[in-house]
């Protein structure tokens, strides 16, 4: 079994910055990618950030030159920080893993952590 446990979040002013992480634990096997995703109220869950094990970062146009994403592999770690936080960025902010052992793959989500931009 597999817990993503996040850390993180909260109330911000605009322009100002949060950090979130999330670590995996359990039988984590072989990880593919780990990554951020939110959702806004009344909208769809979108990729944030996300991160390969080989290091590759890909990132949602909207938070481009903002967020950044990183990892700590030998902790099984994701890192997003963030900058310049605007009011669009309000979210309930999930962790994702994509891990996998054999041919099989599995994806995991975490709890999610609020993150809201205000004045």
């Known amino acids: 079994q597999v817990q993503l446990v996040e850390s993180g979040g909260g109330l911000v002013q605009p322009g100002g910055s949060l950090s979130l992480s999330c670590a995996a634990s359990?039988?984590?096997?072989?990880?593919?990618?780990m990554g951020w995703y939110r959702q806004a109220p009344g909208k769809q869950r979108e990729l944030v950030a996300a991160i390969t094990s080989g290091g590759s970062t890909n990132y949602a146009d909207s938070v481009k030159g903002r967020f950044t994403i990183s990892r700590d592999n030998a902790k099984n770690t994701v890192y997003l920080q963030m900058n310049s936080l605007k009011h669009e960025d309000t979210a309930v902010y999930y962790c994702?893993?994509?891990?996998?052992?054999?041919?099989?793959?599995?994806?995991?989500w975490g709890q999610g952590t609020q993150v809201t931009v205000s004045s």
């Open positions: 994702n893993l994509d891990c996998g052992i054999g041919v099989t793959r599995y994806i995991y």
């Open positions: 359990g039988s984590v096997f072989r990880v593919y990618a």
